[in-house]
Every structure is written in structure tokens, then in C-alpha cells.
């Protein structure tokens, strides 16, 4: 019989029963409702508010069945509402009537609140820690490439000369963000429910300020209404999560690209690709493809919970169930997709020559042209628009800027000089970008300290 089941004069409906419960989804959170419970049932002794014989009896019984479930001695029953009555009916099962003086002072609405809060907490402490270790992945990877030239890309037509660690770079400028986002939410959500009770706390001389400081909260939160019924949290963590899978997503579609024949910048690990079941010359990067895929699973989950939470009234409301799957959803898939990323990067083969041949087939270096022009003294107008004949002309005659005959430039003014071939040299042109946050070699190294000291990396 249920626990609550007082009230009722006849068994719930199987199906219902079955409707109801969450146990099939809530049971990860076991280590965190036990976690919980003893600081409860420590504060209940501590108070007064039951026997200290009681309380240790209780502590007691729950380090035990906490023990049993990580060894597998003891299962989850699938018939269980959810994960906190299953660890209360088993604590009574073993303690008789002292097991069941643990919910004195509590509801499961603050239980549920706390639970939840408790295993988010760590779940991005484990999400910070994955996108750190991306980060400096990225950063190893970026200082081996300070002065491989590719190119620079807007509207996915040739641009301008980069280095491939500036593009690296970028990408971990985005996750540093994620970080910090991440950061944002944990202290967000590090406030604690617990001693909220059902929606209007309890009549019991509870210290709220020592469960707070036990379970490692700054805080208890300060109003009981929005101690059970606050989702915020899951709703950032959800929209945190969305942000760097929507970076990932991009990383990925540029890794999709450069693993094609059509650029061929890098090779993906035969560990990390796969290959077609009819044709044999196939190596399909599927894994950057099914992170691409899985951003519509945390997107819609962070959909799922703000369409869950806009219309309820306070406080608890059954809908709020709803949250688990959802950002348990998001959460799995981040960690999954970080965990298949991170050595897939550290395996890929660069292909210097041909970001370097990419580089120098198009034009990426007529601005350059144009600035030679403009320091020796030409209007950047006029300038611009010299460069992009010569550009037009090479294109017709099949030459590229730097191998245009000199008397071609000076066709068009006589300011060209033998000196304009290194300064479009695509090394040069690089080079001379020095302003800050550029793909130079010293600007690039700038960056790299820049965000070794915000991942606390040693310098090499």
C-alpha cells in the first residue's frame, strides 16, 4: 500500500499507478535522496524534534541501504512511486517505526526540490570538467598550428588568411563562455529547499541554516512557496546546455566539411568514423554528424521545460514531474556528445598543405593588395577597387595575385612595385594582422596565455 494511502479507501488504479510513477526515471537520483535524508534525519536529532537514538538508528538504516543499492544487493522495485518513497517504505521495512519518523518536518515536494538540485549540482560539475578538458584539447592542438595558414571563411566563400590555431582559438573562446555560463547556474541553484515542507514549512523547531551548511548550499532558499515549486534552475541548466550544444553543433558541421574531398583539411581516426554498407571507399564522419542531430533533443528538451512551467500556479504542481526527463535528457546527451568529441579531436590528422593550398587558390589576399596600395598613399576606395581587377583579370587568365607579372599591376598604377609579391605573400599577410585578437603568431600566443590562465594550464 502506498504510503499516503490514509486518505483513500481503495487501492490505486494499476494503470494510474503506473501513469503516475517515476521511479523508472528518478532512480539515478538515490545516492542524493539518502544524501539528504541523513542530513534531515541529523537535524531532526540535533533539534530535539526525535530521540538521538532515533536519529543515528535512522542514519544508520539508510547508509546501509545506500551500500545495498551500489552493490546491487538491493534493486530498485519497479512498482515503487518514485525513488524517495521506495528508499522510505525499504528504510521502514528494516527499521519498524523509528523508519518511519524520517519524514517528520518534511514533504516530498521539498524532497523532490532537493533531490534534484543535489544531483544537477553535480552533473555540471562533471559538464564543466568535460568542456575544460575540450578546451585544453583545443588549446594543445591550437600551439602545434600557430603558423599553419588556412583560410578565413564569410559566407562560406574564401575570405581572408588565418592560421588554423585562430580558428581553434575561436571555438574555445565559445566554451570558456559555456563555462562560465555553467559557473552562473550552479551558484544559481546552490540554494537549498529543504525545510520548505509541502508549500508552507512545518510547526517543528527545524534549523534550516544546518541542513543548508551540511548538503554544502550557501543558503536555504528564502521563501517556502518558491523553495517547492522554483524550476528556474533546470530551465538555465537546460538553456546553458542548449548554448554549447548549439557550439558544438557548429564545430561539428566545419569538421563534417573539412573531413569532405572537396576540402580534405583533416582526417578523422579510423577509430572515429565509419564507413557505408555498399560503398566500400566511404569514411563518413557520423559522430560530428550525430552531435549535429542530438542539438534537437536539447533544444526541445529546454522547450519541454518552459512550456511545462508557464501556466502553473503555485506551489507544487504534478506537471513539474515533467522536469526530470527532460533535463536528465539534456544533460546525457551534453556528456555523451563531450565524451565522443574530446578524443576524436585528439586523434584527427592535419592536413597542413592542403589548408595552405586552399588558402592561396583564393584570393584571400586581395585586401592585402589593396592596403599596399593604400600605404603608399592611395584613397582605400580606389584601392579596393584596383584590387578587385586584378583580382577579375587573374581569374580570366587562370594566374592568381601572386603570379601575375609585375607589368599587369602596373598597367593599372604605377605604385606597384617588385615589393607587392611579399607583401601578398599569404605568410606575410598573416603576419602583419598584429592587432589584437588576430591570427598572427603574436597575437595568437597572446591568446593562448590569455586562455591558459583562465584554464590554469601551465605554459609549456
Request: hydrophobic share 40%.
Amino acid at each position: 500500500m502506498a504510503l499516503w494511502a490514509g486518505r483513500f479507501s481503495k487501492e490505486i488504479d494499476k494503470g494510474v499507478n503506473a501513469f503516475n510513477s517515476s521511479i523508472a526515471f528518478d532512480a539515478r537520483m538515490y545516492r542524493h535522496d539518502i544524501q539528504g535524508s541523513i542530513v534531515h534525519a541529523t537535524m531532526l536529532g540535533d533539534c530535539g524534534i526525535i530521540a538521538k537514538a532515533d536519529s543515528a538508528q535512522i542514519i544508520d538504516g539508510l547508509q546501509k541501504i545506500l551500500a545495498d543499492l551500489d552493490s546491487g544487493k538491493l534493486v530498485f522495485d519497479p512498482n515503487a512511486e518514485d525513488i524517495h518513497m521506495f528508499i522510505e517504505a525499504e528504510l521502514t521495512k528494516r527499521c519498524g517505526d523509528v523508519g518511519k519518523r524520517l519524514h517528520t518536518a518534511r514533504s516530498r515536494n521539498d524532497q523532490v526540490a532537493l533531490d534534484l538540485r543535489l544531483y544537477l549540482r553535480d552533473e555540471i560539475t562533471e559538464i564543466h570538467s568535460l568542456t575544460e578538458t575540450l578546451c585544453k584539447t583545443l588549446v594543445y592542438l591550437a600551439e602545434k598550428h600557430t603558423e599553419t595558414v588556412m583560410p578565413g571563411y564569410t559566407h562560406l566563400q574564401r575570405a581572408q588568411p588565418v592560421t588554423f590555431a585562430h580558428h581553434l582559438l575561436a571555438y574555445v573562446q565559445m566554451f570558456l563562455r559555456d563555462l562560465g555560463r555553467l559557473d552562473d547556474t550552479a551558484k544559481r541553484m546552490n540554494v537549498c529547499p529543504l525545510g520548505s515542507g509541502a508549500l508552507a514549512g512545518t510547526t517543528y523547531p527545524i534549523d534550516r541554516e544546518q541542513t543548508a551548511a551540511l548538503l554544502r548550499f550557501d543558503a536555504p532558499m528564502e521563501n517556502s512557496l518558491d523553495g517547492v515549486s522554483d524550476r528556474d534552475y533546470c530551465i538555465e541548466l537546460a538553456n546553458t546546455l542548449s548554448i554549447l550544444m548549439m557550439h558544438l553543433s557548429r564545430f561539428s558541421e566545419e569538421i563534417i566539411l573539412w573531413c569532405s574531398w572537396e576540402f580534405k583539411f583533416i582526417e578523422l581516426d579510423d577509430a572515429f568514423a565509419t564507413g557505408s554498407s555498399i560503398m566500400p571507399q566511404k569514411k563518413n564522419p557520423d559522430i560530428t554528424e550525430l552531435i549535429r542531430g542530438k542539438i534537437a533533443r536539447v533544444y526541445g528538451d529546454l522547450q519541454t521545460l518552459l512550456t511545462m512551467m508557464k501556466g502553473l500556479p503555485l506551489a507544487y504542481n504534478k506537471d513539474m514531474q515533467e522536469d526530470k526527463e527532460a533535463i536528465f535528457d539534456a544533460v546525457d546527451n551534453v556528456k555523451l556528445c563531450l565524451e565522443t568529441f574530446i578524443p576524436m579531436l585528439e586523434t584527427m590528422r592535419v592536413n597542413k598543405e592542403n589548408m595552405r593550398a586552399a588558402a592561396a587558390k583564393g584570393f584571400i589576399n586581395a585586401t592585402d593588395c589593396a592596403d599596399y596600395l593604400v600605404k603608399k598613399g592611395m584613397p582605400f576606395r580606389d584601392a579596393y577597387k584596383i584590387s578587385g581587377t586584378l583580382v577579375a583579370q587573374c581569374i580570366e587568365s587562370g594566374l592568381t595575385l601572386e603570379t601575375l607579372p609585375l607589368e599587369e599591376y602596373q598597367k593599372l598604377t604605377p605604385l606597384f612595385d617588385t615589393d607587392v609579391y611579399q607583401a601578398i605573400s599569404l605568410e606575410t599577410c598573416v603576419r602583419g594582422r598584429i592587432s589584437q585578437g588576430g591570427p598572427s603568431p603574436d597575437a595568437v600566443n597572446r591568446q593562448l596565455r590569455q586562455v591558459k590562465q583562465c584554464l590554469h594550464m601551465t605554459e609549456s
